[in-house]
C-alpha cells in the first residue's frame, strides 16, 4: 500500500476501520454552474467479510433505484458496489444527512412491501434472470435493523 493519496476517494479509506452498517458522505463534487452532488457510501456488508450474493444485490439495485424516487426528485443515481458491500447514492444539491438517512429508511421499507422486482424482464433489464425479490428484502430487513449503527462509520 502507498501513502499517495488515490484518485478514488474509496480506495483511500482503511475498508478494516470501519464498521457496517452505516451510511457516510464519500464526497461533494460542485459543478460550473454551482449545483452539488453529495454521494453517500452506504455499506451494508462488513468489508472483507461478508457481501451480498448478485441476484439479491441485483433486485435491491433495481428496487431502490425505482422506489426512492417515490420520496424525492434529488437522486442522482444508487449504483451497486463492486465489491458487493454496499452502494453508493448520489443526490443532487441536498445536503441534508438526517434527511438522506430517512430516505433510505423510506426506501428500505418500501423494498419489505414490495410485491416484484421493477423492470425484472428482458426488455428492461441487461440481466433478468438474476433477480432474487425475498434475497434483496432480506438484505432490506437486516440494513433496517442496524438503523441506530448508521451515523457510526468506524468501530
Known sequence: MTNKPMNVESFNLDHTK???????????????????????????????????????????????????????????????MGCQTGFYVSLINHDDYDDVLDLLEKTLNDVLVAEAVPACNEMQCGWAASHSLEGAKSIARDFLAGRSEWKNVFA
Do not use: F, W
Open 18 to 80: 470501519v464498521k457496517a452498517p452505516y451510511v457516510r458522505l464519500a464526497g461533494i463534487k460542485v459543478g460550473d454552474q454551482g449545483d452539488e452532488i453529495h454521494k453517500y457510501d452506504m455499506r451494508i456488508c462488513q468489508p472483507n467479510k461478508t457481501h451480498m450474493e448478485m441476484p439479491a444485490l441485483h433486485s435491491l439495485e433495481h428496487l431502490l433505484a425505482e422506489l426512492s424516487r417515490n420520496h424525492t426528485d434529488k437522486i442522482v443515481d444508487i449504483s451497486p
